[in-house]
């Protein structure tokens, strides 16, 4: 059996609200759809079985997972296009394919089943394995140089911020007087021994945020996710969908400010007429986050944290006045070069 073949045999993922996400992209025009954390695949194989005229532009920085991708979805044949990035650099990944604009754009942020089970990956506090949790493994820098090298106040702040711990002192100043910490199981029997035993009884395992706070500042996910938001929004034609799943409070914020500034955040007092210019972009399709059904939370771990949110492309237009904005209507039409 080839490489490749192996990585998509143990690179098998449960895809999040995926009846869901097949149907948000039903009736977008046709075209180009980008999955920007192209993970397993599952998502892109049910948008390709489901719509003849979809094409899927796949991106991950993981290159295990942009394999396993390849070759689970072998059988579309020149309808998937991948490219090996991370998602912030989306319209880089355009222009290597010569895409001028898209029919929508799909964000799964976190981490994916795989690579958690994979103790060598360095995710998990479940399985042992170095301190690594690098999206992509060229990257130099890694969890054991957070873990071993920040000072305890910003091992605090950033576990605090990314992790939503309220133990985050304790933790950080446990970490520091333990180094050096080498392996996931240290990194977790530190942490639990951290936390208050009262506090352990409930919410899962005591680590569980702290590993996902490092993880979030190893791959500097929340600084680069704005930009790829505003990327995706610039990028996708009117009619077409930009849909996020996200996983963590810190995420679901950026982009329900991202999305809100695209559908024209006015600043002008309710019972007066807009004069502030703001211009809309997109249309906000839910208000509130759809959130997966009872029992896929109970069936799928990595779903019960799930929040979607989901905008539709619009012709730009100022708010107040309703009338679009000639200097943005300048948009090209959907057209592909060859790849």
Same mark, same amino acid.
Not at 1 to 12: E, G, L, P, R, T
Not at 116 to 137: I, K
Not at 213 to 238: F, K
């Given at each position: 059996?080839?490489?490749?073949?192996?990585?998509?045999?143990?690179?098998?993922?449960?895809?999040?609200?995926?009846?869901?996400i097949?149907?948000?992209?039903?009736?977008?025009?046709?075209?180009?759809?980008?999955?920007?954390?192209?993970g397993?695949?599952?998502?892109?194989?049910?948008?390709?079985?489901s719509?003849?005229?979809?094409?899927?532009?796949?991106?991950?920085?993981?290159?295990?997972?942009?394999?396993?991708?390849?070759?689970?979805?072998?059988?579309?044949?020149?309808?998937?296009?991948?490219?090996?990035?991370r998602?912030?650099?989306?319209?880089?990944?355009?222009?290597?394919?010569?895409?001028?604009?898209?029919?929508?754009?799909?964000?799964?942020?976190g981490?994916?089943?795989?690579q958690?089970?994979?103790?060598?990956?360095?995710?998990?506090?479940?399985?042992?394995?170095?301190?690594?949790?690098?999206?992509?493994?060229d990257?130099?820098?890694?969890?054991?140089?957070?873990?071993?090298?920040?000072?305890?106040?910003?091992?605090?702040?950033?576990?605090?911020a990314?992790?939503?711990?309220r133990?985050s002192?304790?933790?950080?100043?446990a970490?520091c007087?333990?180094?050096? %910490?080498q392996?996931?199981?240290?990194?977790?029997?530190v942490?639990?021994n951290?936390?208050?035993?009262?506090?352990?009884?409930t919410?899962?395992h005591?680590?569980?945020?702290?590993?996902q706070?490092?993880?979030?500042?190893?791959?500097?996910?929340?600084?680069?996710?704005?930009?790829?938001?505003?990327?995706?929004?610039?990028?996708?034609?009117?009619?077409g969908?930009?849909?996020?799943?996200?996983?963590?409070?810190?995420?679901?914020r950026?982009?329900?400010?991202r999305?809100?500034?695209?559908?024209?955040?006015?600043?002008?007092?309710?019972?007066l007429?807009?004069?502030?210019?703001?211009?809309?972009? %997109?249309?906000?399709?839910?208000g509130?986050?759809?959130?997966?059904s009872?029992?896929?939370q109970?069936?799928?771990?990595?779903a019960?944290?799930?929040?979607?949110?989901?905008?539709?492309?619009i012709?730009?237009?100022?708010?107040g006045?309703?009338?679009? %904005?000639?200097?943005?209507?300048?948009?090209?039409?959907?057209e592909?070069?060859?790849?």
């Open positions: 059996m080839s490489d490749v073949s192996d990585s998509a045999a143990s690179f098998h993922h449960r895809p999040v609200m995926l009846d869901e097949t149907d948000l992209f039903g009736e977008v025009p046709a075209g180009v759809v980008v999955d920007a954390t192209l397993g695949g599952g998502h892109s194989a049910s948008l390709l079985a719509r003849p005229d979809l094409e899927v532009l796949g991106i991950d920085q993981d290159a295990d997972a942009l394999a396993a991708a390849t070759d689970r979805l072998a059988e579309f044949g020149e309808r998937l296009i991948t490219s090996h990035r998602f912030d650099e989306l319209d880089q990944a355009l222009e290597e394919h010569d895409i001028e604009n898209v029919s929508g754009v799909l964000f799964d942020l981490v994916s089943s795989p958690l089970d994979r103790g060598q990956r360095g995710f998990s506090y479940r399985n042992e394995g170095p301190l690594d949790m690098r999206m992509d493994a990257q130099q820098w890694s969890a054991v140089d957070v873990v071993n090298g920040y000072g305890e106040e910003d091992l605090a702040r950033i576990i605090r990314y992790g939503d711990e133990f002192s304790r933790i950080a100043r970490i007087e333990a180094r050096p %910490v392996t996931t199981s240290e990194l977790a029997s942490v639990t951290a936390i208050p035993a009262a506090a352990r009884r919410g899962g005591p680590a569980k945020r702290t590993f706070a490092i993880r979030i500042e190893v791959n500097n996910e929340l600084e680069v996710l704005p930009d790829a938001i505003d990327q995706a929004i610039g990028a996708t034609v009117p009619g969908r930009v849909a996020v799943l996200s996983y963590h409070s810190g995420e679901d950026i982009v329900k400010d999305f809100t500034a695209a559908a024209g955040a006015c600043e002008c007092p309710d019972d007429p807009c004069v502030c210019g703001a211009i809309q972009t %997109v249309r906000i399709v839910r509130i986050p759809k959130r997966p009872k029992a896929e109970s069936d799928n771990r990595r019960s944290s799930a929040r979607l949110r989901v905008v539709e492309r012709v730009p237009t100022r708010k006045d309703g009338q679009p %904005v000639d200097e943005l209507l300048d948009e090209p039409v959907h592909r070069g060859d790849h």
